[in-house]
Each structure stands twice: as structure tokens, then as C-alpha cells.
């Protein structure tokens, strides 16, 4: 008996191909340019990813290349999976789905007044091989080799190549990554822009060697065909004979590497002699001097792109100086937010820690930290931990008990407060009252456990409303509701039963907040309440304003 995934592919008239391995579905499409031959292969059995497809079969006159949504081994991109959503339930609806958009897809391919200029998604059409993984794009980047342990926990090593700023950046790199840096001496790099990339119609793409490579620079842009040939020259004429070229465009980015074998030496001496590159260029490039040639696929690694994903507005705390006040479950899994959205990155940014308390056995079960830590000071612990886990270059100082006499207010751009002790918040709110600059009051923000572990709050403070405010105007419990006090208490070890669940969305709560602080809109709420249990009021998130009453807000 077929299944309903087969009935369906069948009902919508593909027809199964069967073997050891695999079930295919293939149909033909007509177009107005002839007919194109199908084979769709399912990506899992509960069709909760979509198939693949591939064009096993295209009209004669069709482009052999530089097709758009078609690579060259036939695979079409006909959905972008990304930015759909289906029932997978409904086997025949979807299949109805998959049928059209392979349809349309195609009829995009012939269509000639789509146009062929597919910069946007240019590095899609690379297709390049080993990795080359960014950390850097500055002017002065250099190019290094490590050796790193393979994929999947297996024995192999591989060989890795990393753009990076200097060896100071690439050995942070392969300490995170358990490699070894090959050779502190690095590879030549070529670094070319190319804005706008355009495949010539019936150009053979991707470029199999280094001269179909140059050949398609010099059609397409002069200017780039030049640089490339300038910075080439010059790094053979200094020993260069390994190089790797980071092509930068608005489509994505794209590497390839070349080897040159020693018979170039010849050519490199001479090369002081010729006034045109062109001249020269015929030489560089053949076969015959050329030892390898590799497409690359990149990887940006670089601060700006790992921020860029957070937030559409762009927001993040790259650059700015950030004290975090506890290292317990909240103050831990928020230094992994804060961390997250950029927190001690940058030439200026700097996250201080304080928490002087030790890490214990008893606080593994809801903290970020691993068991490896217990005994650390917490703060020492989380500063040697972000160390570890951090892809970016980051600055964390670890300190021990906050004491509001101890800091400067004039270079700090955010307070966060994850002790959950109320002392602290109140003596904060008034902290930050009485040291504001003339120009603005450092904001704070406060993320905290309350109700005995029974509701979730949030607050950033701007000056316009503080913790007080928000503890007096908006109470945790319903009238006579109030629940039995679930402390724990042990002489010195008291604590408030949760799950590190809690913890972890008072943390995002952090996350939310300090963003916000450094928005521009301001609609956005600046207190978070999350009720836990049917007993807390069900009072919504808001902005926050000022309680008349407040004795922190009022003595100001």
C-alpha cells in the first residue's frame, strides 16, 4: 500500500521512481520555451522540510549557464522555505503547493523580461568548497592557517583558513576553536569590491581556474580586473606565491584560493621590466605555473555581522560600558544575552561583573555555568566562561561586591541589575538620580524574580519611573491572595525555589530592556510583567510612569 505522500505526488501527476536508496517523483513542465524534466527528492519523510528538486531535463535552447534559481548541477530553487509556512498534514494541498511554485519557478528562468542581473544573490552562485571563515575585514587584514579538530567530535583535523586583523585575533580564534595556528606567517590576500556583480549571459560560472576567473573580471569591471592584477604583481614581486582573493559584493562574499608552483620565479623577476599588466597577465595565469586553484565558501564572523541579526533597527551594545550587578541564575544567563547583542565588543566596549559570591554545587541545577566552575568566584567564573564561548574579540572585568562608592558615573552607558534584591534596586534608583550628568541620567535596568518565584518583571529606568514606582503601583499578588512563603531557609543558604527557566526569561527580559534603552522609540514598553501563576495579577507590560508617592523618585 503507497502512502499518502505518494498517492499525493501522484494525484498531481508525477510519477514515482523507485529504488534501494530513495523514492523520487518526476514530471514534466512545459513552458513556453519547451519542456523541463523534474525529479523531486523528499528531505525527510513527515514533509516538515521542503523537497528537493532538480531540472534532469531542459529545452536545447536554453542557456547552458547563468540561469537564476538553477545551479549548475541542476539543483532549482523553486520556495525559500525560510519565509513559508505549510501544513504538512495535508499531504495533497502541499503537494498542489510544490507543483506550482516549480511551475513558476521555471517560468522565471525563460522569462525574458526578467532580468539576468542576479547580484542580489550572487555568492548563492559560487558554490565554493572548503571554508574560509571572516573575523576581519579591515584594510590591513592577513590571511592564516590552522589546524582544526573535525566536525562531530570525530579524530581528523582539517586544515581551516582564517581572515583575521593580526595573530593576536586568529590565536583567541583557534584557542576557542581547539585549533593550531600553522604558521604565525601569513598568506597573501587580494581584496577586491565589487558592488554590483553581473554574470554575461552564457558565461561558464562557477569559474573552474584562475584565468576564467580574471577572464570574467576584465569583462565585467575594469576597475576590479586592474586591483587584482596590481595587488597580485606587487605580492610576487615581494616572494608571495600563496594567495587567497576576498571578493566583497552586494550579493554576498566570495574567496577563492591559488597556489603558484615555482616555476613563476621567473616570471616574478621580470616583472619589474613591464609597464602593463596586461601584458604580463597571460603569463599569471596559465596552467603551467598555476599548483591549485579553489573556490571558497565564506563565512563572516566579523562583530558587525553577528550583531546585524538581532534587530532590524540595528540596536546593539557594541561600544559601550555595561556594569552587571549579580552573577547568580539571572545575572548568569544575562550576561549570555548581553553578550549576545554585543555587550564588551568594540574598540570601546567593556562589560564589568560584580559578584563576589562562590559558585556551588547546590547552584548548578539553574545557573548557565558548567560544574567545571564550582568553587570560581562567580564573577571571575562568567568572565573566564565568556572568554571561552564568545565568537567576538570581547573585554570582561570581573569584580567582586558592588559598592555604589566605588564608580564613576561619567563613562558608564547602562546599569543592569540582576540581583533580584530589593536593597540593591532602591539604593540603585536613587544612585543614578543623585550622579546624573548634565545631559542625561544613565539608564538602569532591572530584572528580577518576584512573588516567591510566581511572576517575572522587568523594569529600565530612564528617570522617569523607578523600581519603587513600579513595586507601589503595581502589586504581585491579588487582593487576599497571596500564597505561603516557599523560602527555603537554612542558616546562610536562604533562597526562593524556581526552576533556571525562570531565570532564563527574567534574563531575556534583561536583553529587551537594554535595548530599549538605547532606542529612539519611545513606545516601547519600559516595564515587562510575566505572571506565572493564576494567584499574580495579570497586569500588562507598559510604560512606565511616575508614582506621585515614590520616596526614591520624589527626594530627587
Not at 499531504?91 to 516549480?102: E, H, Q, T, W, Y
Not at 525574458?112 to 544573490?121: Q, R
Not at 567576538?392 to 558615573?409: C, L, P, Q, W
Request: net charge positive; with cysteine; charged share 20%.
Amino acid at each position: 500500500m503507497i502512502s499518502e505522500t505518494h498517492s499525493a505526488f501522484l494525484r498531481v501527476g508525477f510519477r514515482a521512481k523507485v529504488n534501494a536508496d530513495e523514492t523520487s517523483f518526476v514530471k514534466d513542465f512545459m513552458t513556453s520555451l519547451g519542456l523541463f524534466k523534474v525529479r523531486v527528492i523528499l528531505n525527510g519523510s513527515d514533509l516538515t522540510a521542503m523537497p528537493h528538486a532538480y531540472v534532469i531535463q531542459r529545452p536545447d535552447s536554453l542557456p547552458v549557464n547563468t540561469l537564476r534559481h538553477l545551479t549548475n548541477d541542476g539543483y532549482l530553487c523553486y520556495i525559500n522555505q525560510d519565509e513559508r509556512t505549510w501544513d504538512p498534514t495535508d499531504k495533497l494541498g502541499l503537494v498542489a503547493l510544490i507543483n506550482l511554485r516549480i511551475q513558476k519557478t521555471l517560468d522565471v528562468i525563460i522569462d525574458p523580461n526578467v532580468s539576468i542581473d542576479i547580484h542580489e544573490e550572487f555568492s548563492n552562485y559560487w558554490l565554493g568548497d572548503s571554508p574560509l571563515y571572516v573575523l576581519s575585514e579591515d584594510k590591513a587584514c592577513k590571511v592564516y592557517s590552522l589546524n582544526t579538530p573535525a566536525p562531530d567530535a570525530t579524530d581528523k583535523k582539517s586544515l581551516q583558513l582564517v581572515i583575521a586583523k593580526d595573530s593576536e585575533q586568529v590565536g583567541k580564534w583557534a584557542r576557542k576553536r581547539g585549533a593550531i595556528v600553522l604558521s604565525t606567517k601569513p598568506i597573501n590576500i587580494i581584496i577586491l569590491k565589487f558592488e554590483k556583480p553581473i554574470l554575461p549571459l552564457n558565461s561558464k560560472w562557477p569559474p573552474q581556474d584562475l584565468s576564467s576567473f580574471v577572464g570574467w573580471l576584465k569583462e565585467t569591471s575594469s576597475g576590479a580586473y586592474s586591483a587584482f592584477l596590481t595587488s597580485l604583481t606587487s605580492q610576487l614581486k615581494g616572494g608571495g606565491r600563496k594567495f587567497i582573493c576576498y571578493m566583497k559584493t552586494d550579493g554576498g562574499n566570495i574567496a577563492l584560493s591559488f597556489n603558484y608552483r615555482s616555476t613563476i620565479n621567473n616570471t616574478a623577476k621580470n616583472l619589474r621590466k613591464v609597464s602593463k599588466l596586461s601584458l604580463i597577465a597571460p603569463s599569471l595565469l596559465s596552467s603551467n605555473v598555476i599548483k591549485s586553484f579553489d573556490r571558497l565558501q565564506v563565512f563572516l564572523c566579523t562583530d558587525d555581522f553577528l550583531l546585524s541579526r538581532n534587530r532590524s533597527d540595528h540596536i546593539q551594545l557594541s561600544n559601550k560600558t555595561i556594569l552587571l550587578i549579580g552573577a547568580g541564575s539571572i545575572g548568569g544567563y544575562a550576561s549570555s544575552q548581553l553578550m549576545d547583542i554585543g555587550a564588551g565588543t568594540g574598540a570601546k566596549g567593556k562589560l564589568y561583573i560584580f559578584d563576589n559570591d562562590m559558585y556551588k554545587p547546590e547552584n548548578v541545577a539553574r545557573h548557565i555555568l558548567p560544574p567545571y566552575y564550582i568553587g570560581w568566584t562567580k564573577s571571575k567564573a562568567l568572565k573566564h566562561w565568556m572568554d571561552q564561548v564568545s565568537m567576538s574579540n570581547i573585554r570582561v572585568y570581573a569584580k567582586g561586591h558592588f559598592e555604589t562608592s566605588d564608580i564613576s558615573m561619567n563613562d558608564i552607558d547602562l546599569i543592569v541589575n540582576a540581583t533580584g534584591h530589593e536593597p540593591i534596586s532602591i539604593i540603585l534608583s536613587k544612585f543614578i538620580r543623585d550622579n546624573k550628568n548634565v545631559s542625561r541620567l544613565t539608564p538602569l535596568v532591572h530584572g528580577w524574580i518576584d512573588g516567591y518565584g510566581h511572576a517575572i518583571r522587568g523594569l529600565l529606568d530612564t528617570g522617569k519611573a523607578c523600581y519603587c514606582c513600579a513595586k507601589d503601583q503595581y502589586p504581585v499578588f491579588q487582593k487576599y491572595s497571596r500564597p505561603e512563603d516557599p523560602f527555603s531557609r537554612i542558616c546562610g543558604k536562604t533562597f526562593t525555589p524556581y526552576d533556571s527557566g525562570t531565570a532564563l526569561m527574567s534574563a531575556a527580559m534583561i536583553q529587551k530592556l537594554a535595548l530599549t534603552a538605547f532606542s529612539s522609540n519611545k513606545k516601547e514598553n519600559t516595564f515587562l510583567h510575566i505572571p506565572l501563576n493564576a494567584t499574580v495579577e495579570n497586569t500588562r507590560s507598559r510604560v512606565l510612569k511616575h508614582n506621585k508617592r515614590c520616596k526614591v523618585c520624589n527626594d530627587e
